[in-house]
């Protein structure tokens, strides 16, 4: 499936993503929920490819990420993973799945490594969740931390509200990025937060903020590519964030009624669109065909004198 001269660069490692992070270059991060959509982050450059539990809605349908399950993540991760060759792959652990225990959480990611075949895994939680990343982390699982507006959460700050507007509530973000930091993440994301906030935030810590309606002022930035994209029909609702830099939708559905116009008229396929037989295969072909019929015709009256009576 992949492209030859596509894509040349070297694999993405977590050493290039903290040498990225040194010399201030921003890292490219975009979500992903099957081979073709892992394919073309992959080609297009992005540096990290995150199989985000987003996919409950964008490609399971479901109504937020709290519904999807720990085995339909492993089975997208492994989809993505299939074509994301040189981006460092990351899965989302879904709700469920890590909150009960650090030892539930490790086994969780382990699954996620070996089965779903991503490079490390992402969880939501600060302060609370440091241990868990710590148990995680110390078995050699790179984890992608994620603080601010954590939506697996969203019906305990009353929907999905940003955080972090007061000073008090900037401070708790930032005391949960110094805890998931410690507790060793390679980096996090940042989700709906004042871009001064996340700004300040990203200065005091030693890795790298993965911003997400949080301003240019982090390391870096992740959007869903589905919402980026723009393969959803007229009248999505969309995070404020969120910029639209394609019209797949509208694209896809112009080449899907164009066909469906085409075959309805017959114009579609062409000729050119079939496969030529010679002239005097043909003609042999049809009276082999006559010949066949001329026989089972004969077969059907020998079998039937009633009918053969009839005919007659």
Sequence with gaps: MGAPGLNLRKKVTLNTIRSMYKKGEPITVLTAHDFPSGHVADVAGMEIVLVGDSLAMVALGMEDTSEVLLEEMLLHCRSVSRAAKTAFTVGDLPMGSYEIAPEQALESAIRFIKEGRVQGIKLEGGIEMAPTIKKITTAGI???GHIGLTPQRQNAFGGFRVQGKTSEGAMKVLEDALAVQAAGCFAVVVEAVPQEV???ITKKLSIPTIGIGAGNGCSGQVLVQVDMTGNFPPGRF?????K???DVWSESLKAIEAYRDETKSRSYPAKEHTYPIPKEELEKF???I??????MYKNTLSMSPTLSVLLK
């Excluded at 969309?238 to 969120?242: D, G, M, R, S």
């Design 142 to 144: 790179p984890v992608l």
């Design 244 to 246: 639209k830099y394609g």
């Design 290 to 295: 006559d010949a066949k019929l001329e026989l």
């Design 198 to 200: 996340a700004a300040l």
């Design 286 to 288: 049809q009276r082999m």
């Design 238 to 242: 969309i995070p404020k964030f969120v």
